[in-house]
Structure formats: C-alpha cells, structure tokens
C-alpha cells in the first residue's frame, strides 16, 4: 500500500496541501520490516512503523521494552566525566560548600532536583541558584559568581548552562571559585576554564549521546558519582542512593527539552515515566493535582503539556527557583504551596503569551515577512515579555513552517532579548552562535531546535540579515523536505481504541520517533465547531457512515480550519490517534495534522 497517484511520489497524490506540503509514505526498508514482523511477532504497519524510523532489524526488541541494562551508556565515555565525579565527592568528603547553579526550564529544574536529591541522600543538602530571567538573563555571569564566593561557596555545579559561558567561568577562575559544569548545548571548541566541563556535544567527546537533555547527563553523573563513592569505600555502612527512583526527572528533562527519544535516552523517558506513574515524587504529585489532572499512568502529554508549561511558568515570568524547589521537596505542604503558585502563574502566562502572539502575527503578516521567501523570520517588539518569547516562536514556526526568531525589546535601554525555534534540517543555535562570534549579539546559543539570544540597541536588523543569509541554504534543503510523512491509510471505522493502543506500543514519542500518522480519504467534516483558542473540533465521516471524533489545534484562521468548518467533503486528512476516556466511553480522537481538498486542484 502506497496511497500514491500514478506516476507520482506523492501519498494519495497530495502534493501541495492545505499547510502547502507534499504527503508521502513514510520509507522503510522492506527488508528490515520482515525482520521485525519475522523476529517480534508484529503486524505489517507496526512492523513497517518501526523500520521506517530506523530500528535496525537487530534493536527492535530493545526499541520496544528498553532497559537500562542494555543501553545504559559508561560515563567514562564523556570526557571530563570521571574529573567531574572527583571532583564533587572530593568537595562532599571535605565538607565544602557547594550550589548547583541551574537553568530557569524544566530541563535545568530537572537536573538540579537530581543532584539535589542525591546529596540529600549522601546527608548533605545542596543550595540551589537560578538566574532570574529578567535581571540576569541565561546561564552563568560574574555577578552571580561574585554573589556564591560572597555567601561561602567553594564549588558551584553549573546544569543546563555553562558550556558556552567562558567569560564568566574565567571571572570564577579569577576569584577562586571552582566549577563544575554539566550542559548538553552546543558549545565553542575551546572549552571554560572548570574543573570539568561534561557535554556530550562537546567536540571531541565519543560518548554517542548527543541527544541526552541535561537531565539525562546528570543521571549518568550520578552513577559516576556512585561508583566514585563506592570506590573509596565510603558506602560501607550505608546503602547507595538508588538513583533509578528519580528517572521521572530525567524523563521530565527529555520530554520538556524535546530531545531526540532514542537508544538510551529513549530507554530513560520511557522508564522515567513508568517511575513517574506512581506519583511518588511530592511536587509533581501537588503539580497534578493543582492541573486538575489524574493521577493516570504517565505519558509524555503529562510531562511536556500539563506539568512542563506550570514548572516553566516559575522561569518565565515568575520567580525562576519555584521549578527546581518543587521537584526537589519532600514536603507535601510545600509542594502543594509551590504547586499552586505555578499554576497561578501559567494562567498568567497564557495571558501575556496569547497577547504577545497577536501582536507578533499581525505585526509579520502585514508585512508579508513571512512569505517573502526568506530564510527565517525574525520579528521584534517593545514590552514583549522574554519570558515567552520561545513559547511564541514555537507558535509561529507552526503557523510558517519556517524558523522563527522573536524578540522582545526594552523600551528604556533598546536591548533586545530573544528566542527562536526551529524546522529539522535547520540548526539555528549554530547560526546564532555564528552571529555572536560576529559580534553582532551581546549572547547567544543554543541547539539545533532552538536558541536563545541578546542583542544590542538597534541590532535586529543586523542579526535578521545574517541569519537569512547565513540559513539560506539550510533553509531551502529543508523546506523540500518538509513532507507529511503518512504511516498507514486507514478507514474511518478502523481508527478505534486497539489500533490505537497497538501502536501505542511504540511510545514514548518525540524527535526520532515521531507519534504514527494515519490517513483517512474521502471524508466529511460534520457538526465542525470553532473552540476557544482557535481550534476547530469535528467528526470525520467517511461515506459508509463510520465516523470519528477528531481536533484541530490553532487553525481556525487558517485553511485547514475554514476548510474543516465549511463542512466540506471528500477531504483527505491526516491525523493522530489519541486516547478518549471522556465519560468512560475508552475511545479515540484524531488530532489532525494536515488536510487535503482535491476539488481545490
């Protein structure tokens, strides 16, 4: 099964739809789905699913159920790793003051409750430090250092940041104080100045894990840090902290920093989320029942749509410490008191969010930047809040399918901070550290999906150039590659709860392993509604009468949306099966991706 025209490469002939993309199969090689379908017992199309995402014949018993016993990477293999274990069981063993300094996100919450945890768990307590956003910006400065050498610090654990912060970590050489850094962002070739610097992205390290978030770096430090210990001897008497209690915070940092969920990273979310499922963790338990949520089985839409916008909320335009306090706690009442908190202030920040989207859309679309055949968009505004700037970027790379950069400029001194987000095939953190080492931005960084940067009054149409030139031709290879990649053509009657809960077993999905896609051709768009926010609900009938509830998100001004609200039929549509336990009913939902309309050709 195909789905493609004749003469033409294009599933169901669909080659410029309602988004203006081109749909195709997903390629697989035939060879390696009868591997998989021989080898593990599957049907066809989850056979096909997996090969068509690059499980080799030989990793598909490991892709399916992972363990850390199989995958689990040396920490040796990361340079700097075994100088970094030392280092702090070295500070641990002398009784020396040390802070984790961490990022405002999740991923750096994340990280510093980890190491938080751990120290607990060694009878110590480790202080933790967070930037804020507003008035420090990322990652590490000599002010901060010069404030943790004031309150006694001998060593500062820098994670999530700190890979690329070399000015600062040489004003921490200069006033005595050591660091540690722990980060998985791009990063210059000439590392800081630290006792160790610990990277997977770092040029030269062959750990092979690249895709780790820094929740995943941090895990595999601590059972450095276990082995360091147990080497010298010092858990006789005492059990070794059992760091697979804690893998729901390393999944939290993978799901919430979408990173790529495959080998060992994928093995850790995975069974970070089956850890998570007992909501054993106080704050994420509070966090839960703050969101209204229940306390089901976990999956990635708990990590990355319920409990990481409210941990991130504390960042963006709160205090930054509330995330990383929270999943470090152990005190239910605490927990409960920072879990209403960052709820409260997520309600806030959809506010600013929703505003600062408008703003942005009518300030690109009347311009027409984002059809101009540029290479990104970079769009900029007074008073828009830094603290979700990337939210809105993320918004609007949906909207264009192209990368979008937004910054938010302070009236009173003209500096502008931003965020960007990304297409695959297209790394703006490599372009906008391109651009600081130009000279054309105070800071900047990031990774291949996303980066963050601060420009100089009057800046942004210096930046906005070399970006566009610099991505140009990134840009190009991707925008022609930026398929609708279909995994099956399905009848509207045979998208239910065990096709559903079949490919289900391919989860946790993300990067690398994309949620499946179905098809469905020929259907009609009936009692279709708009929703707040923009979205469009509706049933697909197909024409013997079997239907489907399905969801569209943010589109009700675009095609897809009018389209799906005129009722119109014999719509080709392509979508993602969720689950609908609304009511008990144990159902489905499509979430559609895309549409067709042949009768527009």
């Given at each position: 099964?195909?789905?493609?025209?004749?003469?033409?490469?294009?599933f169901l002939?669909v080659?410029r739809?309602?988004s203006?993309?081109?749909?195709?199969?997903?390629p697989?090689?035939?060879?390696v789905?009868?591997?998989?379908m021989q080898?593990?017992g599957?049907d066809e199309?989850l056979?096909r699913?997996?090969?068509?995402r690059?499980v080799?014949?030989?990793?598909g018993?490991?892709?399916?159920t992972?363990?850390?016993?199989?995958?689990f990477?040396?920490p040796?293999?990361?340079?700097?790793m075994d100088?970094a274990a030392?280092?702090?069981v070295?500070?641990?063993?002398?009784?020396s003051?040390v802070?984790?300094?961490a990022?405002?996100?999740?991923?750096?919450?994340s990280?510093?409750?980890?190491?938080?945890?751990?120290?607990?768990?060694?009878?110590?307590?480790?202080?933790?430090?967070?930037?804020?956003?507003l008035t420090?910006g990322?990652?590490?400065?000599?002010?901060a250092f010069?404030?943790l050498?004031?309150?006694?610090a001998?060593?500062?654990?820098?994670?999530?940041c700190?890979?690329?912060?070399?000015?600062?970590?040489?004003h921490?050489a200069?006033i005595?104080?050591?660091v540690?850094?722990?980060?998985?962002?791009?990063?210059?070739?000439?590392?800081?100045k630290?006792?160790?610097v610990?990277?997977?992205?770092?040029?030269g390290?062959?750990?092979?894990q690249?895709?780790?978030?820094?929740?995943?770096?941090?895990?595999?430090l601590?059972a450095?840090?276990?082995?360091?210990?147990?080497?010298?001897?010092l858990?006789?008497?005492r059990?070794a902290?059992d760091?697979?209690a804690?893998?729901d915070?390393?999944?939290m940092?993978?799901v919430?920093?979408v990173?790529?969920?495959?080998g060992?990273?994928?093995?850790?979310?995975?069974?970070?989320?089956g850890?998570?499922?007992?909501?054993?963790n106080?704050?994420?338990?509070?966090?839960?029942?703050?969101?209204?949520?229940?306390?089901?089985p976990?999956t990635?839409?708990?990590?990355g749509?319920?409990?990481?916008?409210?941990?991130?909320?504390?960042?963006?335009?709160?205090r930054?410490d509330?995330?990383?306090?929270?999943l470090?706690t152990?005190?239910?009442a605490?927990?409960t008191?920072l879990?209403?908190?960052?709820?409260?202030?997520?309600i806030?920040?959809?506010?600013?969010?929703?505003?600062v989207t408008?703003a942005a859309?009518r300030?690109?679309?009347?311009?027409?930047?984002h059809?101009?055949g540029?290479?990104?968009?970079?769009?900029?505004?007074?008073?828009?809040?830094?603290?979700?700037?990337g939210?809105?970027?993320?918004r609007?790379r949906?909207?264009?399918?192209?990368p979008?950069?937004?910054?938010?400029?302070?009236?009173?001194?003209?500096?502008?901070?931003?965020?960007?987000r990304?297409?695959?095939g297209v790394?703006?953190?490599?372009?906008?550290?391109?651009?600081?080492?130009?000279g054309?931005?105070?800071?900047g960084?990031?990774?291949?999906?996303?980066?963050?940067?601060?420009?100089?009054?009057?800046?942004?149409?210096?930046v906005?150039?070399?970006?566009?030139?610099?991505?140009?031709g990134?840009s190009?290879?991707?925008?022609?590659?930026?398929?609708?990649?279909?995994d099956?053509?399905?009848d509207?009657?045979?998208a239910?709860r065990?096709?559903?809960?079949?490919?289900?077993?391919?989860a946790p999905?993300g990067?690398?392993?994309?949620?499946?896609?179905f098809?469905?051709?020929?259907?009609?768009?009936r009692d279709?509604q708009?929703?707040?926010?923009?979205?469009v609900?509706?049933?697909?009938v197909?024409?013997?009468?079997?239907?489907?509830r399905?969801?569209?998100?943010?589109?009700?001004?675009?095609?897809?949306?009018?389209?799906?609200?005129s009722g119109q039929?014999?719509?080709?549509i392509?979508?993602?099966?969720?689950?609908?336990?609304w009511?008990g009913?144990?159902g489905?939902?499509?979430?559609?991706?895309?549409?067709?309309?042949?009768?527009?050709?």
């Amino acid at each position: 099964m195909d789905g493609g025209a004749p003469g033409s490469g294009a599933f169901l002939g669909v080659e410029r739809s309602l988004s203006g993309r081109a749909w195709r199969q997903r390629p697989a090689e035939a060879s390696v789905v009868r591997a998989h379908m021989q080898s593990l017992g599957l049907d066809e199309p989850l056979a096909r699913a997996l090969a068509s995402r690059g499980v080799r014949a030989d990793q598909g018993a490991d892709f399916l159920t992972p363990t850390l016993k199989a995958l689990f990477p040396d920490p040796s293999s990361f340079m700097d790793m075994d100088t970094a274990a030392a280092a702090v069981v070295d500070a641990l063993q002398a009784g020396s003051k040390v802070w984790v300094f961490a990022d405002y996100d999740v991923d750096g919450a994340s990280s510093a409750a980890l190491l938080v945890r751990w120290f607990r768990a060694m009878g110590a307590e480790l202080p933790i430090y967070v930037p804020d956003r507003l008035t420090e910006g990322y990652g590490p400065s000599a002010r901060a250092f010069d404030t943790l050498k004031g309150q006694g610090a001998d060593l500062v654990i820098t994670v999530d940041c700190g890979a690329a912060a070399n000015e600062a970590l040489d004003h921490a050489a200069a006033i005595g104080l050591n660091v540690v850094v722990i980060d998985h962002h791009l990063m210059r070739a000439e590392p800081p100045k630290a006792l160790a610097v610990v990277n997977p992205n770092r040029p030269g390290c062959n750990s092979g894990q690249g895709n780790l978030a820094a929740a995943g770096v941090v895990f595999v430090l601590l059972a450095a840090l276990n082995r360091e210990v147990r080497a010298r001897g010092l858990f006789e008497g005492r059990e070794a902290p059992d760091i697979r209690a804690w893998m729901d915070l390393a999944a939290m940092g993978a799901v919430c920093d979408v990173t790529g969920l495959t080998g060992f990273n994928r093995a850790l979310t995975k069974l970070g989320l089956g850890v998570m499922s007992g909501w054993g963790n106080p704050g994420l338990k509070a966090l839960l029942a703050a969101a209204g949520a229940e306390p089901k089985p976990a999956t990635t839409n708990h990590a990355g749509f319920i409990l990481g916008p409210r941990i991130n909320a504390g960042g963006r335009i709160g205090r930054s410490d509330l995330g990383a306090r929270l999943l470090s706690t152990d005190d239910p009442a605490e927990a409960t008191r920072l879990a209403a908190e960052l709820h409260a202030l997520n309600i806030a920040r959809r506010e600013v969010e929703a505003a600062v989207t408008e703003a942005a859309v009518r300030r690109v679309e009347t311009s027409g930047a984002h059809d101009d055949g540029s290479a990104v968009v970079v769009v900029e505004g007074e008073d828009w809040h830094p603290g979700v700037v990337g939210i809105v970027a993320g918004r609007l790379r949906e909207r264009w399918r192209k990368p979008v950069v937004v910054v938010g400029v302070d009236p009173a001194t003209g500096v502008g901070k931003g965020s960007g987000r990304s297409q695959p095939g297209v790394n703006l953190g490599r372009a906008v550290q391109a651009a600081w080492e130009e000279g054309l931005l105070l800071a900047g960084g990031g990774h291949a999906m996303a980066a963050g940067l601060t420009v100089a009054a009057g800046g942004v149409d210096a930046v906005r150039g070399f970006l566009n030139d610099r991505l140009a031709g990134e840009s190009v290879q991707a925008a022609a590659q930026d398929w609708v990649e279909i995994d099956a053509l399905i009848d509207a009657a045979a998208a239910n709860r065990d096709l559903f809960e079949s490919f289900e077993r391919m989860a946790p999905f993300g990067p690398a392993n994309p949620e499946p896609l179905f098809a469905l051709d020929g259907v009609q768009a009936r009692d279709a509604q708009p929703m707040n926010g923009g979205h469009v609900r509706c049933r697909l009938v197909a024409a013997d009468g079997a239907s489907v509830r399905a969801v569209a998100w943010r589109c009700a001004d675009l095609p897809l949306g009018q389209t799906l609200l005129s009722g119109q039929g014999g719509l080709r549509i392509a979508g993602r099966l969720k689950a609908d336990d609304w009511n008990g009913r144990r159902g489905v939902q499509m979430e559609i991706e895309d549409a067709d309309d042949p009768r527009r050709l």
